[in-house]
Each structure stands twice: as C-alpha cells, then as structure tokens.
C-alpha cells in the first residue's frame, strides 16, 4: 500500500494553511481544536500545538488546516515553516500512529447544511458549514458513482440528473419536471442526515486518481479506445494559474467548476470544460465571452484569442 504524501495548499485566509492527503486520514467527520488540552483525542493535533505559533488545528477526510496567530501575535510567516510541517505531518502518518484516539470526546463541528440558489435555475447548491472533500467530483449518472456512496445515494431520488461535489458543498441538477420548491428541504435533510452519521462521501479510489491526473492533460481517445496523456506545456500550465486564481472562486461561489481541457497554439483557442451549476448554464456563455476570453487575452498578451467551452 503506497504511503501518504502531503501538499501544502494555501487558502483565502492567510493565517490558515491546509496540508492535503494523497488519501484518507479519518472517515467523513471533521475535529477542530483549540488548545492542546482540547486536542487530547487527537496526537497528531497535540504534536502540533507545540508549535507556538499555532491557533488552531483542524482535521477532516484527508487535509489537516492549521491556523497561525495573526501576523501582529506571531512574526512566523508560512513559507518559512510550511514545509517542515508537511514532512512532520507525512512522517508521522506513515508511522501508522492513530489521528483520533477517541472520536466520541473529540470536539466535532456542528454540522449544517443551506439550500442555495445559482444562475442555473436546474441547479441547486447546498452547502455545509465544514469542509466535505478536497477537490471537485462530477458524476452525470449512478453508473459513474462507484466511488462515491453520496452521489450514488442521491442518484435513488428520481428526480435527480447530475452530482457534484467540490469544497464544502453539494450541487445537484434537476429533471425538468420536477419544481425545487417541491424537493429541496428533502435534499437538503436527506443530506445533513448523511454526513451527520458519518457516511463515506468518496471511497479512497477516487481521491488516488484525482491526484494522477492532475498534472496530465487526456487527450480523446484513439481507435483502441485507450486515452493519451500529455504533460503540461508552460503555456498549458500559465492558463491553468490564471483559471485557478481568477475564475474558479467565482464560478464556485455559484456552484460550479472550471477545468482547462486544452489549447491549440495554431488557432490561440482555449477550451474549458464546465462543471456542476456552470454546466448548460444559459448565463456562462456570456461569461465566458465577456470575462474569461477578455482575462485571458490581456494577460497572456495575444497567446489566446478565443475560449470555447464544452459542458461537462
């Protein structure tokens, strides 16, 4: 079984950054803790609460974020530490030493979920006040649910078209037919129940293949049916840090995702894939014409001069 590797991912607060799994640490809950005392059921978490410049500790599915004191307690600043860290935290999962000790006295973040709307109007985002996976996770059918028991649950209701999962939040796409007035606070319980029990979202799988082809573009599959992967160019990798810092937020906070598919040097096209709310959204075209096409060319000086996007 192939050991844990950790990536230091930053987050929008500067104090907090989250160090991320290549797999599970512990199963469907999150712990958040205080002080070393409050981190008893958590070694791992008393081990970082030596440090001194650190707040908080917070663990779920596979990421621990820690929060620093703020830069006016602490003259610490994240890249000076970061990466030990990382190390630190990378040997001691692969000591095989326990995360929690005692789920049960351990501080669990309460947990709700909020129903709300996005510019698709077949699109519902319900979104929980902890984190839920680290990623994006999209799945047009139960036949591609075999590793995330969330989605294939979801997929029982009927009237449910599509699945996905990203961050803190759950956007789920509609049949027609049916009215949100009349499902959504199903949804919504339906939902809160699942997490609260301490379900599995993701099966461990899924999480190894995201991190596989994260630095690979797919191109369409040949006449074997089997799919290319090419590295990343340099200009591949500038459009993907422009998408990533600029547009995914934005397109988040309505419930969807951005995914760089490719680019054609020949033509300067680039072409997105549209995820979750953004996908058959009739406001994204405008978006993407009036915003992300214009982003683009100016900051990457005449390299693109189109962007098509292909619904996901």
């Known amino acids: 079984m192939p ?18 799994a290549n797999s599970f640490i512990i199963k469907d809950q999150s712990y958040e803790f205080n002080n070393i005392d ?33 830069s006016k307690d602490s003259i610490i600043s994240w890249e000076d530490v970061q990466d030990e860290i990382a190390d630190s935290i990378t040997e001691y999962l692969n000591s095989g030493k326990p995360v929690i000790i005692n789920g049960d006295t351990a501080k669990k973040i309460p947990l709700t979920i909020y ?12 979104v929980s006040n ?10 047009k059918n139960i036949d591609e649910t075999e590793h995330s028991p969330l989605a294939k649950a979801l997929f029982k209701f ?30 919504r319980e339906f939902i809160r129940t699942y997490i609260e029990n301490g379900e599995k979202i993701l099966n461990d799988e899924i999480i190894q293949q995201n991190k596989k082809t994260s630095s690979v573009l797919k191109s369409p599959a040949d006449k074997t049916g089997k799919m290319e992967e090419k590295p990343l160019t340099e200009i591949d990798k500038e459009i993907i840090f422009i998408l990533d810092e600029y547009v995914k937020p934005a397109v988040a906070a309505d419930g969807g995702n951005i995914v760089f598919e490719s680019y054609d040097k020949n033509t300067k096209t680039v072409k997105v894939i549209l995820q ?3 996908s058959g959204c009739p406001s994204s075209i405008i978006t ?8 683009l060319r100016e900051m990457l000086h005449g390299k693109v001069t189109t962007v098509e996007a292909i619904n996901g």
Not at 60 to 68: L, R, T, W
Not at 118 to 125: A, D, E, F, L
Not at 288 to 295: D, S, Y
């Open 115 to 126: 129903a709300e709307s996005t510019p698709n109007p077949s699109v519902m985002k319900f």
């Open 38 to 70: 409050d981190a008893k059921p958590s070694p791992i978490a008393q081990k970082l609460f030596y440090l001194p410049f650190v707040k908080t500790v917070y663990l779920s599915q596979n990421f621990i974020a820690i929060e620093k004191y703020d």
């Open 276 to 278: 979750g709310a953004c």
């Open 130 to 139: 902890k984190p839920l996976v680290n990623g994006t996770f999209e799945f």
């Open 288 to 295: 993407l014409k009036n915003g992300i096409e214009t982003m």
């Open 158 to 187: 009927t009237y449910v078209k599509e699945v996905f999962i990203s961050a803190n939040y759950v956007s789920i796409s509609k049949i027609p037919k049916s009215e949100w007035m009349d499902i959504t606070n199903e949804l």
């Open 3 to 20: 050991g844990f590797n950790i990536t230091v991912q930053p987050t929008n607060n500067e104090n907090i950054v989250k160090f991320v």
